[in-house]
T-cell receptor
């Protein structure tokens, strides 16, 4: 699986959009970008995934660059409950493995 | 639906003791997983079960055994606990579709294990 690079931490203001970047410059054509988050002391939670088109669901939007070497997870209106570690994972859809790196610690401040 | 449930939530063992961590899911998923998470680190896969009746080693299987009791339940056993196994253990499940495609994984709340 391609490796990903994320910032160690970031802050954002409550009510504003949070934009979380992820670099995956060695991604292969059959690899998807997945995002999970882990709120303190809880199990990870699936957020969204995509291949090359932008994706949106009730939790977030995923923007993937045209060359697929990077992506951005957007939380449109961050709340205090969005404070968590966010993991960007690249894997072949259908591969059982999820390789969790260190992720980005996002702190939403009032 | 309760989703993925794990018991116990907390456990303290002495070195050499054994115990079994229990996991159950009510989402009719056919694949189940055990991970461990050490402080400040991401999750690492211990074992997984693609479907009832099958189990396979993950990244860090040494010191653990698993049993896929039925479609709902997947247990993790530590035969002789060591301090290096102090960690938070997460169980997860996912749906495996025809052709071997796995959907996203759903995680349980975790078991916090301390081995003295």
């Amino acid at each position: 699986d391609a490796k990903t690079t994320q910032p160690t931490s970031m802050d954002c203001a409550e009510g504003r959009a949070a934009n979380l970047p992820c670099n995956h410059s060695t991604i292969s054509g059959n690899e998807y970008v997945y995002w999970y988050r882990q709120i303190h002391s809880q199990g990870p939670q699936y957020i969204i995934h995509g291949l090359k088109n932008n994706e949106t669901n009730e939790m977030a939007s995923l923007i993937i660059t045209e060359d697929r070497k990077s992506s951005t997870l957007i939380l449109p209106h961050a709340t205090l409950r969005d404070t968590a570690v966010y993991y960007c994972i690249v894997r072949v859809e259908g591969d059982y493995k999820l390789s969790f790196g260190a992720g980005t610690t996002v702190t939403v401040r009032a | 639906n309760a989703g993925v449930t794990q018991t116990p939530k907390f456990q303290v063992l002495k070195t050499g003791q054994s115990m079994t961590l229990q996991c159950a899911q009510d989402m009719n998923h056919n694949s189940m997983y055990w991970y461990r998470q050490d402080p400040g680190m991401g999750l690492r896969l211990i074992y997984y079960s693609a479907s009832e009746g099958t189990t396979d080693k993950g990244e860090v299987p040494n010191g653990y055994n698993v049993s896929r009791l039925n479609k709902r339940e997947f247990s993790l056993r530590l035969e002789s606990a060591a301090p290096s196994q102090t960690s938070v253990y997460f169980c997860a499940s996912s749906k495996r579709l025809a052709g071997g495609v796995y959907n996203e994984q759903f995680f349980g709340p975790g078991t916090r294990l301390t081995v003295l």
